[in-house]
């Protein structure tokens, strides 16, 4: 079972993102993908976006690159929100926000009260930085807030009316910097794990590129490489395949480790036919093929596969292992 909850920052990963996907190279790690989301935001107007994954079974891990706003992200001029946490009755869970006071980003819990935590974290102007936020639902509601690897501020409050864990996060854009004048900011390479620590974690996206041993599904490659969701490929039978070659980026040069390799789909049941997709890898002739999810019969719904070690021989990945040609399978 894949621990990955999210992985991405496209126009099918997330909503409200429509129109500002961009290509400026200071919003993005050029090693892990080609683009990122430019904001544009006033003062006091909130520019909202949000991400959404399936019921966590652990302590849930948000990970995501941030470029502060580029005009006084170090004078917070009005109380604001970076980001909401919601439950999957839509009840919020945890915040971290803005204070003018301190001009600081701080965790709050939303349990049975709310309880505010002390940060140590200000923003530099157009500096950019490494977010991480974890977040345990319990008897408690616990947030901590990570700056490049760094504890920032954390907070708990009782959790005595049983909210759960987070499905749902809101990146809120507002009270970010003080100006009258609207500012930008950037996000990339946004990641959510279940019970797993996203500090220091990587994820490089490639994309399909060119057909490869198999074309079973109706709608080719092409159908699943122009980033159009309406455009799709579909398989009528259990056990067809379809497969490709990657394009894009391969990763921060030097990696200390190479943790996994996951495929991410995009699936939706129809209303005959097969009732699983599944990922796998094709390496040296032979098909490695992950255990099959369910896709949602009412919408497009993300299926991940994940193979911790190289399933040729069971050793961990090496740059040189890893696979040239990945596919889905219906089932």
């Not at 302590?59 to 946490?85: C, M, Q």
């Not at 599944?278 to 596969?305: E, H, K, N, Q």
């Not at 990945?317 to 399978?329: K, Q, R």
Request: hydrophobic content about 40%; some cysteine; proline content about 5%.
């Amino acid at each position: 079972m894949s621990h990955i909850l999210h992985l991405g920052h496209q126009v099918t990963d997330l909503a409200g993102v429509e129109g500002r996907i961009s290509t400026d190279a200071a919003g993005f790690d050029a090693d892990l993908d080609v683009n990122c989301i430019r904001i544009n935001t006033g003062e006091t107007s909130a520019v909202p976006f949000s991400a959404s994954w399936s019921l966590p079974a652990g302590d849930v891990w948000l990970g995501f690159r941030y470029k502060a706003p580029s005009v006084n992200a170090h004078i917070i001029g009005t109380d604001g929100t970076f980001l909401e946490f919601y439950d999957d009755t839509n009840a919020l869970v945890a915040i971290v926000r803005t204070e003018r006071d301190d001009e600081k980003y701080h965790a709050m819990a939303v349990g049975d009260t709310s309880v505010d935590g002390a940060s140590s974290f200000v923003a530099a102007t157009n500096q950019v930085y490494w977010v991480d936020v974890k977040i345990a639902v319990g008897a408690d509601i616990t947030i901590e807030f990570y700056a490049d690897g760094v504890l920032q501020s954390s907070a708990t409050a009782a959790n005595a009316g049983g909210k759960g864990r987070p499905v749902r996060c809101v990146w809120k854009n507002y009270g970010l910097f003080d100006f009258y004048n609207p500012a930008i900011c950037y996000y990339a390479h946004i990641a959510v794990l279940d019970g797993v620590s996203t500090i220091g974690r990587r994820f490089a996206r490639r994309t399909p590129d060119l057909v490869a041993t198999y074309d079973a599904f109706s709608g080719g490659v092409d159908a699943v490489k122009d980033g159009d969701i309406a455009t799709r490929a579909a398989s009528d039978i259990a056990g067809q395949r379809m497969s490709f070659s990657l394009a894009g980026p391969t990763g921060p040069a030097g990696a200390s480790a190479i943790a996994g390799v996951h495929v991410k789909q995009l699936a939706q049941l129809g209303t005959a036919g097969p009732t699983g997709i599944a990922g796998f890898l094709r390496i040296g002739g032979v098909d490695y093929d992950a255990s099959p999810g369910t896709p949602s019969p009412d919408m497009a719904s993300p299926v991940y596969s994940t193979w911790d070690v190289n399933p040729a021989d069971s050793t961990p990945w090496t740059t040189a292992a890893l696979p040239t040609e990945v596919g889905i399978i219906s089932s």
